[in-house]
């Protein structure tokens, strides 16, 4: 359960999976045994390359934290913490050299990290949240994702919330599938 001390600074009713989704920003002490835990799952090991020993993953949320970029979010189901959540300003990231972006353009990245909640259909509605989250910064027209290239079913579910495929591009950890998800489109659709 969520400390009374903390707050989350989003949360929604998704019917689709008849679940409350709701997002805090990560809290080193609080959370740093859960993302290292979650950074040497199997399945998160091949494309977060972060399985490191636990005094090296606080040296890195502890920079990451500190990043004036970026904002790291523990994402919960019905008040049960399952995945991890960077959102980023795409201007002040590596991923600008790839695109023309914009000084509102955010970026997202994510992880399901409990074995438990994979394979049931939770990644749309989370990240569904997540950029509903985001074009909540009004000036924000567009959110960006760069999954790697190899990760198919993130792709997938990326193209299914409304971000379309750009381009291969090259950064320095992966080649990844840039995706934008234009504001427009995204209220657009139907959910």
Not at 65 to 86: A, C, F, K, R
Not at 87 to 93: G, H, I, L, M, T
Not at 98 to 112: K, R, T
Request: hydrophobic share 40%; charged share 20%; with cysteine.
């Amino acid at each position: 359960m969520l400390s009374n001390t903390l707050q989350y600074a989003y949360q929604s009713y998704d019917a689709s999976i008849n679940q409350t989704i709701a997002f805090r920003p990560v809290v080193l002490e609080q959370d740093l045994s859960l993302i290292h835990f979650w950074m040497n799952q199997p399945h998160v090991i091949p494309f977060w390359k972060l399985a490191f020993d636990l005094e090296r993953m606080r040296s890195h949320l502890e920079k990451a934290i500190s990043d004036p970029h970026q904002t790291l979010y523990i994402g919960y189901l019905n008040d049960v913490p399952m995945s991890y959540w960077e959102s980023y300003w795409a201007a002040d990231d590596i991923v600008a050299r790839c695109y023309p972006a914009h000084p509102a353009d955010q970026g997202i990245h994510l992880l399901i990290g409990s074995p438990e909640f994979l394979g049931k259909g939770y990644a749309l509605p989370l990240l569904r949240a997540m950029v509903t989250f985001q074009f909540q910064h009004s000036e924000t027209q567009k959110i960006i994702a760069e999954p790697d290239s190899r990760n198919h079913k993130m792709i997938h579910v990326f193209q299914r919330c409304g971000f379309e495929f750009q381009s291969e591009i090259e950064l320095l950890d992966k080649r990844a599938a840039l995706m934008f998800c234009e504001r427009q489109r995204f209220f657009g659709r139907s959910k």
